[in-house]
């Protein structure tokens, strides 16, 4: 899947010790697909991560843009256990 990151992206992956092979697996196969609460341009991406603990990557990216721009990526501890 094609993509770009934000600086803010970029930066996050690096601080949380997010690697980019993980976060591109869930944009390639997510779980779960959300749609943003908020903002009908976003689109979180779910999925668990077997290096880490199965944690679940959130990967929050805006499909509207082209090609698709990923605004932030996260572990949402509230998930685990439900994807």
């Given at each position: 899947?094609?993509?770009?990151?934000?600086?803010?992206?970029?930066?996050v992956l690096?601080?949380?010790?997010?690697?980019?092979?993980?976060?591109?697996?869930?944009?390639?196969?997510?779980?779960?697909?959300?749609?943003?609460?908020?903002?009908?341009?976003?689109?979180?991406?779910l999925g668990?991560?077997?290096?880490?603990?199965?944690?679940?990557?959130?990967?929050?990216?805006?499909?509207?843009?082209?090609?698709?721009?990923?605004?932030?990526?996260?572990?949402?501890?509230?998930?685990?256990?439900?994807?």
């Amino acid at each position: 899947m094609e993509y770009e990151l934000t600086q803010h992206a970029r930066r996050v992956l690096s601080e949380r010790r997010i690697e980019v092979a993980w976060m591109e697996r869930v944009l390639v196969s997510p779980i779960v697909k959300q749609a943003d609460a908020a903002d009908p341009q976003l689109t979180h991406y779910l999925g668990p991560v077997a290096e880490h603990d199965d944690a679940v990557l959130r990967v929050v990216v805006d499909g509207k843009a082209r090609p698709p721009r990923v605004i932030t990526a996260f572990f949402d501890r509230r998930m685990r256990g439900r994807v």
